[in-house]
């Protein structure tokens, strides 16, 4: 249930509503302008010739204007289908960032349409789609294992299943000093998964320093997966932001505001971690320089008045409140989202069909 408009709108908004609270990066999750659930429309043709026209629309709507904006799709390069985040600034296309550890367990087969980018610390140059062309300098960007790096701060990505590789990219860039990871996700609900997937993102930021982001899908996207959202913030080992984990709302923006030069002095502070930043052969990532912009607002005094995020405790649900909200939002989203007036759900005896009569159930929904 490809929604490629639905998506394009979202997707507008949140940058619209992230430029509204002052923010000066954008994350969103994985494969936003697509969907996660295309399963084996992503082998389709059209599914990356409308991904392309989304990101066209974006770009042309303005809303990249001075805020950093990391957006996921899907693309090709040389002939090969790639997971890709397009990190965009300004109107225009600095560099493309293809996923390098792909999701083959459970309930995911991300290889079936996808190649991971195995070169670790190559870069090739990407020839922009013709639609595209007008969003770089000569219509060509970098496209590999890289990272952005401003003025005044760096920015690297992680998707998704890299997060729980146990070698992760993280590593690397925080070896190579990058101030802070954005994760655009697509992790479907789990009971108890979001206490895994916070320990991870507050384990690689208490170990490794720096800051991390972490965007994810929400509801239904036409498949059989529920994706429980919870965006995150956290930074030194310490949560600043957290998003809801349920929500029947379309848009949800997460918002927090970090103190670089606290962060770089921690991270400095570790001995062991400056011994492996400087030996480490892998702490080697080619980055995009992007001298004309600076991540942090000018300094005014508007600016100056702004006080970091203080951290927050964790919030979970108990086990009894994900098993009742988990199955209630895929169903209230798969229904409006599809058009369909209501459900009809047969509860059947089985094999104790002859001591229990059958009841049926027609379960309706009310349209916001």
Not at 18 to 28: Q, S
Not at 161 to 184: A, K, T
Not at 227 to 233: K, S, T
Request: proline letters at 5%; glycine letters at 10%; hydrophobic letters at 35%.
């Amino acid at each position: 249930m490809c929604s490629f408009d639905g998506n394009k709108k979202r997707i507008i908004e949140s940058c619209k509503r992230a430029k509204e609270l002052g923010a000066r990066y954008r994350l969103g999750p994985e494969l936003e302008i697509s969907g996660y659930g295309c399963e084996d429309h992503f082998l389709e043709g059209d599914t990356l010739d409308h991904s392309i026209r989304v990101l066209r629309d974006i770009l042309l709507s303005g809303v990249t204007q001075d805020i950093l904006c990391d957006f996921g799709l899907p693309l090709l390069h040389r002939g090969v289908r790639y997971n890709v985040r397009a990190i965009c600034l300004n109107g225009e296309i600095l560099c493309l960032r293809p996923k390098q550890v792909l999701a083959d367990d459970g309930n995911y087969r991300e290889s079936r349409w996808f190649s991971r980018w195995s070169r670790v610390g190559e870069v090739d140059e990407h020839v922009l789609d013709p639609q595209l062309a007008e969003f770089a300098r000569g219509g060509v960007v970098p496209f590999g294992d890289l990272y952005v790096q401003f003025k005044d701060a760096s920015i690297g990505v992680e998707s998704c299943e890299e997060l729980f590789s146990p070698d992760s990219p993280h590593v690397r860039l925080n070896l190579c000093g990058v101030d802070i990871i954005g994760n655009g996700s697509g992790s479907h609900h789990q009971l108890r998964k979001l206490n895994t997937r916070v320990d991870l993102i507050l384990n690689a930021t208490r170990k490794n320093g720096g800051i991390y982001l972490y965007a994810n899908q929400t509801g239904c996207d036409g498949g059989r997966l529920g994706f429980d959202g919870c965006a995150l913030v956290a930074s030194q080992g310490d949560l600043l932001a957290q998003g809801s984990q349920f929500t029947l709302s379309d848009v949800e923006v997460v918002c927090a505001t970090v103190d670089l030069a606290a962060a770089r002095a921690v991270r400095a502070f570790s001995a062991s971690r400056g011994v492996q930043a400087t030996t480490e052969t892998r702490a080697d990532v080619p980055f995009v320089l992007v001298d004309d912009w600076s991540l942090c607002p000018p300094e005014s005094e508007a600016s100056l008045r702004v006080k970091p995020s203080i951290p927050i405790p964790v919030r979970y649900h108990a086990p009894e409140e994900e098993i009742a909200l988990g199955p209630a939002v895929w169903l209230w989203d798969y229904l409006r989202r599809s058009g369909a007036s209501g459900y009809f759900l047969p509860l059947s005896g089985g094999r104790f069909l002859n001591e229990c009569p059958r009841l049926s159930l027609c379960i309706t929904n009310w349209h916001r």
